[in-house]
């Protein structure tokens, strides 16, 4: 079992920047695929971004890609969202998700198996 914590969220203006993190409780921390994926209201969960194991391989949304940047600390159990230039439509709540590295880097939420509790990113226009 995997508890995921997230922190970071908040409000910002269009074009600002935040950081999201996500600790992790497992000491196996690199056991894992990292994702995060993000629910608006009245709409469906989706990718965001996902890293590989030993944070070498990324993918992202097209939505997302060139202003948010994802990455992860091994020996702080953490996994890091760079969200800049930020825009209204990127206001959801934000998860973190955990995965069996062994089946490589999903954009789906079946892929992953742990979820933590979410965080609200609010950006005003």
């Known amino acids: 079992q995997v508890q995921l914590v997230e922190s970071g969220g908040g409000l910002v203006q269009a074009g600002g920047s935040l950081r999201l993190s996500c600790a992790a409780s497992r000491r196996a921390f690199n056991s894992y695929t990292m994702g995060w994926f993000r629910q608006a209201p009245g709409k469906e969960r989706e990718f965001v971004a996902a890293i590989n194991w030993n944070g070498r391989s990324t993918i992202y949304a097209d939505s997302v890609k060139g202003r948010f940047t994802i990455s992860r600390d091994n020996a702080k159990n953490t996994v890091y969202l760079q969200m800049n230039t930020l825009k209204p439509e990127d206001t959801a709540v934000y998860y973190c998700?955990?995965?069996?590295?062994?089946?490589?880097?999903?954009?789906?939420?079946?892929?992953?198996?742990?979820w933590g509790q979410g965080t609200q990113v609010s950006v005003s226009s």
């Open positions: 998700t955990a995965g069996n590295r062994a089946y490589g880097l999903g954009r789906l939420p079946g892929a992953y198996d742990f």
